[in-house]
């Protein structure tokens, strides 16, 4: 339980947002590009 690097993040946010996207649910994308730019520190 403590293992949690920058692919496990960027994977968990890919997933969500493909899941919402699939199922019609409305949400703002950009969690990945978000997190990607936090990782990079921009």
Same mark, same amino acid.
């Not at 403590?2 to 199922?23: R, Y």
């Given at each position: 339980? !403590? ?5 496990? +993040? ?19 994308? !950009?969690? +990945? ?7 990079? !520190?921009?």
């Amino acid at each position: 339980m !403590g293992d949690l690097n920058e692919a496990l +993040v960027l994977g968990t946010l890919g997933s969500i947002e493909a899941s919402l996207e699939l199922a019609n649910i409305p949400y703002t994308s !950009g969690g +990945v590009e978000a997190a990607i730019a936090s990782f990079i !520190g921009a």
